[in-house]
């Protein structure tokens, strides 16, 4: 579903790509992760300062972006971070979903592995503070302080990035410093739209939802259309997504040739944010001018896809169904 990734959603999922701290495109977000895990239920691991996170230099107002200088090479072992700013916010919890702003470079070289994202206008990065779910450098960067901090770390990329570092063209052992800003703790969205349930529409497939509202999509016994086909399931009462903005999500994608799934956020237990802009076409039409609470049906043809080159298990001439939950939105 996604096309262009920043390189913390891009990261999160198992296949990476990458241009902005973003990347490339993948049709199967799953976690990246190291060996430690920070659970809901574990403490943080308040991760101490040492002379190489020391060594960085920050400039920069909290939440503006930043100007990071280092000598190079860095030479990493552990995993150091130091406290720049200490917040007086609410405290982040391990395994909560907190609003970040990111930075990550290399150690090496001092150049930007990717540009920075959620600084100045750009919306925050939601990001749960779980190793499971989220790169876990970053997470090490801001568990265990409060909303207004600014953390750097030093680690290696595999400290860092977990297994996803060779998709950044890293090696395991190569250095890299990550900066953190930890810019709020957004509200807690549903897990499912709640919006009035609509008529279906003719030549749609079917969906069928479970009490957890995933849904079940059977597709027809017919060629698909041509073109994008968008329907609503449920409308909801809420902000209506506009382009460009940073949309929270419950989805599942199925192929029309075969019914096969083949994206889901409801497999992973969690849901996606990411703007409709770095989203394929036919996925970004389906969100814009949709009110949040809205399930929204999209039949994507390959042009609105990943075009003749699919993607992964998507052929080239695979037609996409997606049904998508839209949660929340933000700009």
Not at 3 to 19: D, K, Q
Not at 114 to 119: K, L, Q, S, T
Not at 134 to 151: D, H, K, N, W, Y
Request: aromatic content about 6%; glycine content about 10%.
């Amino acid at each position: 579903m996604r096309r262009s990734l920043s390189l913390t959603t891009a990261l999160i999922v198992s296949g990476l790509a990458v241009a902005s701290l973003a990347a490339c495109s993948s049709s199967s977000p799953s976690a990246s992760s190291t060996a430690t895990s920070t659970p809901a239920s574990a403490s943080c691991q308040n991760t101490k300062a040492g002379s190489v996170s020391d060594s960085v230099k920050v400039t920069g107002a909290f939440h503006e972006t930043p100007t990071i200088t280092f000598a190079t090479p860095l030479k990493v072992k552990d995993v150091q971070r130091t406290v720049l700013i200490k917040g007086d916010g609410e405290k982040v919890k391990a395994g909560e979903t907190v609003g970040l702003a990111l930075a990550a470079y290399n150690g090496t070289t001092g150049k930007a592995i990717a540009a920075d994202e959620g600084f100045g206008k750009q919306a925050a990065v939601s990001a749960p503070l779980d190793d499971k779910k989220f790169l876990p450098g970053f997470v090490r960067a801001a568990e265990c302080l409060s909303v207004g901090s600014r953390a750097v770390v030093t680690a290696t990329a595999e400290q860092a990035f977990g297994t996803a570092y060779s998709q950044l063209n890293l090696k395991k052992d190569d250095p890299v410093v990550l900066l953190t800003d930890i810019v709020n703790i957004p509200p807690k969205l549903p897990t499912k739209a709640n919006g009035t349930p609509v008529a279906p529409t003719a030549g749609f497939p079917t969906v069928k939802l479970s009490t957890s509202g995933e849904p079940t999509i059977t597709i027809p016994k017919a060629d698909p259309p041509k073109e994008t086909r968008i329907a609503q399931l449920k409308k909801g009462s809420g902000e209506t997504v506009l382009p460009g903005d940073t949309v929270t999500v419950q989805y599942k994608g199925v192929l029309w040739r075969n019914g096969q799934m083949f994206d889901s956020s409801w497999s992973r237990g969690e849901t996606a944010s990411f703007q409709t802009t770095q989203v394929v076409k036919g996925f970004g039409k389906a969100l814009e001018g949709q009110p949040v609470g809205s399930q929204v049906i999209a039949i994507i043809p390959p042009a609105d896809g990943y075009g003749a080159a699919g993607q992964g298990e998507i052929k080239g001439t695979d037609t996409m169904v997606f049904v998508i939950d839209i949660l929340g939105t933000t700009r």
